[in-house]
């Protein structure tokens, strides 16, 4: 179940941002748009990936809920958490704190609810074992997959991958952000999100070894853009999927609301003495 919620995971978050040649026009519902920005979408995005690009740190709220149904098990999983993050780009460093909710695993079991914490720099990997109260180090030779799969977290790829996208997106501005929205399916998205799902499973050396189709049947994003700094502050995504994975077919529904903040303020995450010695190596 964890390599379901984190392929599903990642190839949400994945797609990042994105009518191209159009000024941005006050967003419906709110304030009075007093600084009236004439820059258009195409402009922004630039912009955008190139402060994206110059990115050293970030610290990110994300709010996940997600409902996975497995005809096939007659099972319907249901999936919260609420996550913070510390995230240095070079070299990769991250902590990540939170709780997470399950509600499902079996008929008539309450909801089971956890809490989870994680460190990790260029050379290991501390995880939280609640359940047992303590910490374990995940080995070594794991590192290379565990890197390249939370290097994701860096948008600069994604952004570029979106591109040929932003015809798609409706393009507003509020006093402080521009606001980039898209209600959309069919095959052109799910295309996109294959590329980028077969892609990060290669990164983990899995590729060959699971089949995976799927077919998005809604996806919404609402993006903050901050008219000053480029940085992107807001990323809420709603997306319906059908998957099917060797065979095995389910639904997911899942709705990821990411918050960021702190920009290039987070000079290096230092994992606690404590953990480092009483940590259980696997």
């Avoid at 995005?45 to 110059?54: G, H, L, P, R, V």
């Avoid at 096939?72 to 990540?96: A, G, N, R």
Wanted: aromatic share 6%; charged share 25%.
């Amino acid at each position: 179940m964890k390599k379901w919620t984190m392929l599903i995971a990642v190839a949400t978050l994945s797609l990042g941002l994105a009518a191209c040649n159009e000024t941005a026009a006050p967003a419906a519902g709110s304030e009075e748009v007093t600084e009236k920005s004439k820059l258009t979408l195409q402009e922004v995005y630039d912009k955008s990936i190139a402060t994206a690009e110059e990115l050293k740190s970030v610290r990110a709220v994300m709010d996940l809920n997600q409902k996975m149904n497995m005809p096939s098990e007659d099972t319907t999983l249901e999936i919260s958490s609420k996550m913070d993050m510390e995230y240095v780009v070079e070299p990769m460093q991250m902590h990540q704190k939170g709780t997470s909710t399950v509600n499902g695993l079996a008929e008539g079991m309450p909801a089971q609810t956890s809490a989870s914490e994680s460190y990790m720099t260029a050379n290991d990997f501390y995880v939280y074992e609640e359940s047992a109260g303590e910490w374990m180090k995940f080995p070594q030779e794991m590192m290379t997959g565990i890197m390249n799969a939370a290097g994701q977290a860096n948008t600069t790829d994604q952004l570029k991958q979106i591109e040929g996208y932003l015809d798609e997106f409706t393009f507003e501005q509020d006093n402080e952000n521009y606001i980039l929205t898209l209600e959309a399916s069919g095959e052109k998205f799910t295309e996109l999100v294959k590329e980028q799902v077969d892609e990060m499973m290669q990164t983990m050396g899995v590729g060959e070894e699971i089949q995976m189709d799927f077919v998005i049947n809604s996806v919404n994003y609402l993006i903050h853009i901050d008219k000053e700094t480029f940085q992107t502050n807001k990323l809420d995504v709603v997306i319906d999927m059908d998957i099917e994975v060797d065979g095995e077919k389910m639904n997911i529904e899942q709705d990821v609301k990411s918050t960021f903040s702190g920009f290039n303020e987070v000079e290096e995450i230092v994992i606690p003495q404590e953990v480092i010695d009483n940590a259980v190596a696997l």
